[in-house]
């Protein structure tokens, strides 16, 4: 343990930082953005794409589990950067470490996947009948341009909408790579085809969107750990429910048999034994009496006791571990950086062989163009590296917090591989 409260890796030098964040009133050049639809690694791609070629821009740090964006700067003014945020079509609410996990955060996300499964299951349908009718007619039907396009309006709005803003910015991320494919198929007579690879993507978007969600929901599984009240004594003696973070320092709280504890502490009456599991991991009950510390979100299984705060609610041991997942998803890992690097080199060389294959040979060899211009799309959609892009974050994600949950704080994505020792999430 460092003199600053922070813990070294054993297998990393840079330590974990568990101190107590920093408001963003006492950090200059540090703003926060709450960014409703800032929930894939693609716009996160999009994002520090457009932000990291303005002046005066340092730093860019994501969390995608709370949607937020953390912008280190050296701007006397932040109108710059919330005006790239909004040519990118960001919705982006200033916010500050204190508030950063809003209650959208915490509530929006589940509802929008939930919701997101009904006009997907209708738009697979619409694409399914669309293949059906023209096996059955034997080529195209009025009919299956109208499943087929019901399909891609249901199921590939969204993509549409993001692939627009990426094409604006010279962005050639999957949303755009897929909205040229799908539109070049129907140009081409080719609607059952269109449909079914719109509708294919849309539910790619949306197993990526529950894994985030699982994410979230892990995060916010640590935060229902501490009870949002705490009995308290006052000064005349008595005990009073209170919130727990309006709790000061040295306060005396009172504990009964199965109750969470809402604050660290030390014991100063009475003795029991905690359930440590959800916070150090301990398979068995520990016996605490006076003078041993105590954590938030445990559980008494006992007696009674009192003790004494020693942590208030934005600085206790559950606080700091949630505060340190966050942080460390937002680290990216070897592997992400050499994709990234790749599909930057990549992405473009697949489009230019894809225009290539749609004309050369038309044009060389007098070639019919419709097959080629297939085949280019094919190309356009079967090469593409942007699965890799997504898959490496999204894992990296619910890995993160899914350790969290079962007692593990891993430092990041870059923590891995041979000799690497993840560490209790109860560190001292």
Known sequence: MSEDGSKECDCCATPISLSEPKTAA??????????????????????????????????LEFNLMERILTVNHTLASLTPVEAALSAIYMQA???????????????????QARQSWWPLALAGVAAALAEVVYWINGGTHWTVVVLALLAIGIGGLSTYKKGWVALKNLNLNINALMSIAVTGAMLIGHWP??????????????????????ARNAIRGLLDLAPETATVQQDDGSWVDVGAKTVALDSRVRVKPGE????????????????????????????????????????????????????????????????????????????????????RLYTPIVFGVAVA???????????????????????????????????TPVSIVSGLAAAARRGILVKGGGVSGRGAKPHLAGIR
């Open 93 to 111: 609410v200033r916010t500050d470490e204190k508030h950063a996990t809003t209650p959208q955060a915490q509530t929006r996300a589940p509802k």
């Open 193 to 214: 085809e269109a449909a079914m690879v719109m509708v294919l993507f849309a539910l790619a978007e949306v197993i990526e969107a529950k894994s985030l969600d699982r």
């Open 260 to 343: 969470r504890i809402a604050l660290d502490g030390v014991v100063v009456q009475g003795r029991s034994t905690l359930n440590q599991a959800p916070i150090t991991g301990e398979s068995l009950p520990v016996e605490k009496a006076e003078g041993d510390p105590i954590f938030a979100g445990t559980i008494n299984e006992s007696g009674s006791f009192e003790y004494r705060v020693t942590a208030v609610a934005n600085n206790s041991t559950l606080a700091r571990i949630i505060h340190a997942v966050e942080a460390a998803q937002g680290s990216r890992a070897p592997t992400q950086r050499f994709i990234d690097q790749f599909a």
């Open 357 to 391: 294959v749609a004309i050369l040979a038309p044009l060389l060899f007098g070639a019919a163009w419709l097959p080629w211009i297939y085949k280019a799309l094919v190309l356009l959609v079967i090469a593409c590296p942007c699965a890799l892009v997504i898959s």
């Open 26 to 59: 006492a950090s200059p050049g540090r703003a926060l953005y709450y960014i409703d639809n800032m929930d894939c690694p693609t716009e996160e791609a999009l994002i520090r794409t457009k932000l990291s070629k303005l002046p005066g821009v340092v730093g």
